[in-house]
């Protein structure tokens, strides 16, 4: 079976630029959360989704936003891109998100100039 | 509230030997509490992970941790360091009912030959 897919592996951006990441889960799995992960540090909690529905915000700003399609596959959105996020953008997918443990995709490494 | 505290951020041992990595948890609530692996330019990988029951927890790569309530900690161990064991690891926690996962800084693990 795959694992959690994500794309693009790598964005260059500049500032003031939208992004959109995209996630698969694994099949099966209804919950996706997202992660940033700025160079070295851990990763933050951006949201989670489940059965489409937002059930997780982290602490980050409105320009952040995300959603979840009936096939379960995930969107995370960046308006107005600042230097600062810089980062890899980790996906993670889990059966139900009730906690027994998240598997990871290999992150999007996103640069903004 | 919840949070993950790894004592230092760089830890070196030499090949064949014990390799100590530590954590330490602060939940409100009963933790879960996981280990995760992460190779350069990857994605994080599950070792291990305690939700209820036994305390001493089996991971993959020969890894195990030990859950000590009273301690607050949920240190990571192997008896005999090999290098692919060269990472970097995150201590994280999520607490019964919370939808996030909260990590570590991470500790860089160095392998002498």
């Known amino acids: 079976d795959a694992g959690v897919t994500q794309s693009p592996t790598h964005l260059i951006k500049t500032r003031g630029q939208h992004v959109t990441l995209r996630c698969s889960p694994i099949?099966?799995?209804?919950?996706v959360s997202w992660y940033q992960q700025v160079l070295g540090q851990g990763p933050q909690f951006i949201f989670q989704?489940?059965?489409?529905?937002?059930?997780g915000r982290g602490n980050f700003p409105d320009r952040f936003s995300a959603r979840q399609f009936p096939n379960y596959s995930s969107e995370l959105n960046v308006n107005a891109l600042l230097l600062g996020d810089s980062a890899l953008y980790l996906c993670?997918?889990?059966?139900?998100?009730?906690?027994?443990?998240?598997?990871f995709g290999p992150g999007t490494r996103l640069t903004v100039l | 509230a919840q949070s993950v505290t790894q004592l230092g951020s760089h830890v070196s041992v030499s090949e064949g030997a014990l390799v100590l990595l530590r954590c330490n948890y602060s939940?409100?609530?009963?933790?879960?509490l996981f280990w995760y692996v992460q190779y350069p330019n990857q994605g994080l990988q599950l070792l291990l992970k305690?939700?209820?029951?036994?305390?001493l927890v089996k991971g993959i790569n020969g890894f195990e941790a030990e859950f000590k309530k009273s301690e607050t900690s949920f240190h990571l161990t192997k008896p005999s360091a090999h290098m692919s064991d060269a990472a970097e690891y995150f201590c994280?926690?999520?607490?019964?009912?919370?939808?996030?996962?909260?990590f570590g800084t991470g500790t860089r693990l160095t392998i002498i030959p």
């Open positions: 993670a997918s889990s059966l139900d998100g009730t906690g027994m443990g998240e598997f």
């Open positions: 099949s099966g799995h209804k919950s």
């Open positions: 989704y489940y059965e489409k529905e937002e059930r």
């Open positions: 939940s409100s609530v009963p933790p879960y």
């Open positions: 305690y939700t209820t029951g036994a305390t």
């Open positions: 994280a926690v999520r607490s019964s009912g919370n939808e996030k996962l909260t």
